[in-house]
């Protein structure tokens, strides 16, 4: 089946630093990949929709210059958090689909905790 | 109102015991729905997925549709601690873009 690997799946960062996460299909190409962000105990909350070879589409009140997304090439898109403070620590998850299926999988999620 | 509605829990329940979990959406244009299992602290793991109305089966897993109602439920049979874990409906009409519940707390105690 189609597996999402999601590294790293946990970083400790100073405030003021950038960090990056990274999102690869691993046994299939995709164009389109989405990024997610989790609080506790809450659901996911799409953050933006990676396109490849195009810019990345955001959600209304996401920070496009804070949340830099690549998507460079067919099986791997980038998170980076730039200028971290501790309020961007959070849960990330990526997802990508197969082309022509209709379910997304997920991958196993980066914790982010910014000092 | 939120378009797409579940009830966080939590939910507790003996081994063994029959679980349902619903949720309801407002959007008519939806198609696809999803049920994801989530364990704590990764990432979400698809359970079933069933497109327009009525009933799929999956082991002890079976998903309903109800698209005259917006009304969607998983149920477990004969379930075990192992089932402990956050699960999510999603749902969507037909581009990538889900919709989440706010997922609902279960607990199977042994």
Known sequence: GAVVSQHPSWVICKSGTSVKIECRSLDFQATTMFWYRQFPKQSLMLMATSNEGSKATYEQGVEK????????SLTLSTLT???AHPEDSS???CSAG????NVLTFGAGSRLTVL | QKEVEQDPGPLSVPEGAIVSLNCTYSNSAF???????QYSRKGPEL???TYSSGNKEDGRFTAQVDKSSKYISLFIRDSQPSDSATYLCAM?????KY??????RLKVLA
């Open chain 1, 65 to 72: 210059d804070k949340f830099l997304i690549n998507h460079a």
């Open chain 1, 81 to 83: 958090v730039t200028s």
């Open chain 1, 91 to 93: 849960f990330y998850i």
């Open chain 1, 98 to 101: 197969q082309s022509g299926a």
């Open chain 2, 31 to 37: 198609q696809y729905f999803m049920w994801y299992r």
């Open chain 2, 47 to 49: 359970l079933m997925y």
């Open chain 2, 92 to 96: 969507f009409s037909g581009t990538y």
């Open chain 2, 99 to 104: 919709i989440f519940g706010t997922g609902t």
